[in-house]
């Protein structure tokens, strides 16, 4: 993996995870599972649920619903998510700071999560966070297809996941110890970068981006 970027004339793209890399996701995460659970009489406990995110929908579906029944349960879930998820959803700290560094940079921000794309540009605009894309429903090795199509030299994300997704598409990686997996096991899973979260970004950033005046 390479040690720094590369100077280039070409804008540098750098992809985000969102869950728990660029938004806290767990108030509504869990309110919208707290509403399925209500409508399907399926007991799901909800505060362990967002102990967990990173994953695809359907792999926690499995551990509360017959296999039969996950694509329509994830359905409905999909469905609810813009009335109970969006509104209590915070950013992270530091995530408008952090896309705005790569701006700044001359560069491109991406963002390539597991999430359904329609609800994640929901977040994005609710937020009032502005990226240049968004690509939804990758996940680890998967994240490496728009990741590549994207141009993306550096990737960030909370997951061992994200880092999986990083080194399939030849990206820096860059993790953020703000979701499920400790900084440790973000090292060990080949993480070339670990910050405790994105306020640590900028600064970082500014070491490895290029010039802005020498970017196209």
Do not use: C, Q
């Not at 004339?9 to 996701?25: A, W």
């Not at 649920?49 to 579906?61: F, I, K, M, S, Y």
């Amino acid at each position: 993996m390479p040690a720094s970027l590369p100077t280039s004339p070409s804008p540098i793209t750098v992809g985000f995870d969102l869950d728990m890399t660029l938004i806290d996701s767990r108030p509504g995460i869990r309110a919208t599972y707290e509403r399925l659970s209500e409508e399907t009489g399926v007991f799901v406990d909800a505060a362990l649920a967002v102990t967990r995110l990173g994953p695809p929908l359907d792999w926690e579906l499995a551990h509360w619903f017959p296999a039969e029944d996950i694509p329509a349960v994830a359905d409905r879930y999909r469905a609810l998510y813009p009335e109970y998820a969006v509104a209590p959803t915070p950013a992270m700290p530091g995530a408008r700071e952090a896309v705005a560094a790569v701006h700044a940079a001359g560069g491109r921000a991406v963002v390539v999560t597991a999430k359904h794309e329609p609800n994640a540009k929901l977040h994005l605009t609710h937020l009032g966070i502005e990226v240049d894309e968004v690509r939804g429903w990758l996940w680890a090795e998967a994240k490496a297809e728009a990741l590549l199509e994207y141009g993306a030299a550096v990737y960030v994300g909370d997951h061992v996941g994200d880092v999986v997704g990083a080194r399939t598409a030849g990206a820096l990686s860059v993790a953020v110890a703000t979701g499920p997996v400790a900084a440790d096991e973000l090292r060990a899973a080949g993480a070339d970068v670990v910050l405790a979260d994105l306020t640590e970004f900028p600064a970082w950033f500014a070491s490895y981006a290029p010039d802005p005046d020498a970017v196209a």
